[in-house]
């Protein structure tokens, strides 16, 4: 059984239009009790990063909570951040995943040092394998964050990313100089095994599904389609699959919750 959560924020901001997602889905979401942050957009970096901490932890303790109640936690937030509160959660059930399969047109994977946009929804895979910047005069430090989920760093060598086809250039050394099998989508289930615990992250802008999902946040070409998604997910099921994460669309421009329901017959997909 699957609980599913669902996390409508981005980046500590609110995002109210994700919650359509309880009206329209076949199967039950709960919204995740969070503090009564309404605040639609936020400057300043570390009031985000103080925010997301604490929506975050909260969602660490639901899934943690899921886990310990046998169930797999799936949930849908705003942005890839949502990622170390689902690992969190996994590791205080004392059942941290064996692998992660990281799906994402973008490779997440900038600290201070390598980005030139300071957008801090580049940097959430960095973070959670230990490489965010301990620097005094950056903009932000995320360790709030990560001590608020109280989640720990988890090991490069055992995440597989697809297919980071948008890479910006100190981002592309970073991940060569990483442990992190960076592969494309058709080449996935070389690195993944049966035998081991995967937590699922499925970013929906890995898709170059336009007709499908027109509200994706970020289209990037030449990627996978929606079906070829599907039948990934499909062979997925063989797979133990122990929690799924989902980083959403742009729920304000989903008027006719087509993209939203593209994303969710999807994730039907994984059973």
Not at 178 to 193: N, P, Q, T, W
Request: net charge negative.
């Amino acid at each position: 059984m699957k609980d599913r959560i669902l996390v409508p924020f981005l980046l500590g901001q609110r995002r109210e239009g994700l919650c359509r997602v309880c009206d329209i889905a076949d199967q039950f979401w709960s919204v995740l009790a969070t503090p009564d942050f309404q605040e639609t957009e936020i400057v300043d970096a570390r009031e985000k990063i103080r925010r997301m901490g604490e929506i975050y932890s909260r969602l660490a303790e639901s899934v943690m909570e899921s886990v310990n109640n046998g169930r797999v936690p799936m949930s849908i937030a705003g942005d890839c951040f949502s990622t170390l509160g689902v690992l969190g959660g996994l590791q205080k059930a004392g059942k941290p995943p064996d692998r992660i399969l990281w799906l994402d047109a973008h490779g997440d994977f900038h600290t201070w040092e390598t980005t030139q946009t300071q957008y801090l929804g580049g940097m959430p895979l960095a973070v959670m394998v230990g490489r965010h910047s301990l620097r005094q005069d950056s903009p932000a430090s995320f360790m709030p964050l990560v001590e608020k989920i109280g989640v720990k760093p988890y090991p490069e060598e055992k995440i597989v990313l697809s297919d980071a086809r948008d890479l910006d250039p100190g981002e592309i050394e970073a991940i060569q100089n990483s442990k992190i099998a960076v592969c494309r989508m058709g080449d996935i289930f070389e690195h993944l095994s049966a035998n081991e615990s995967l937590y699922l992250h499925f970013d929906t802008d890995v898709m170059d599904g336009e007709t499908e999902m027109p509200a994706l946040k970020y289209h990037v070409k030449h990627g996978p389609s929606h079906a070829d998604i599907s039948s990934i997910f499909k062979r997925l099921r063989n797979l133990n699959v122990v929690a799924v994460s989902v980083s959403a669309w742009h729920a304000d421009k989903d008027t006719d919750n087509k993209t939203a329901l593209a994303c969710l017959a999807l994730l039907n997909e994984l059973g």
